[in-house]
C-alpha cells in the first residue's frame, strides 16, 4: 500500500532503518528469494539517486520552517 503524502517520508525512513540495520546484522552468503533481490537490487539504485538529489534536499529542508519538525 502506498504511504499517504502526509507522512511518506517519515514512514519510509522508518522501513529505509529497518533494511539498513538488517544488511548490518545479516551476512553476505545470506540466501534470498529471488523477489527478495531483485527488491535490493532497486533499493540500491534508489539510494543512489538520492544521494544524487543530496542538493535539493537540502534546499528543501533549509527552505522548510524548522520549528515545525524535531531532528
Known amino acids: ?3 499517504m503524502s502526509y507522512c511518506r ?3 519510509t525512513s522508518y522501513d ?5 540495520d ?5 551476512d553476505v552468503d ?3 528469494s529471488k523477489s527478495e533481490l531483485r527488491g535490493l537490487d532497486t533499493i ?3 539510494a543512489k539517486d538520492i544521494v ?3 542538493d535539493k534536499i ?3 529542508l533549509d527552505n522548510s520552517e524548522k520549528d515545525n519538525w524535531n531532528v
Open 30 to 32: 545470506e540466501q534470498l
Open 44 to 46: 540500491l539504485e534508489l
Open 1 to 3: 500500500m502506498p504511504n
Open 22 to 26: 538488517t544488511l548490518f546484522d545479516c
Open 9 to 11: 517520508y517519515e514512514n
Open 52 to 54: 544524487e538529489m543530496e
Open 16 to 20: 529505509l532503518q529497518d533494511v539498513v
Open 58 to 60: 537540502t534546499n528543501i
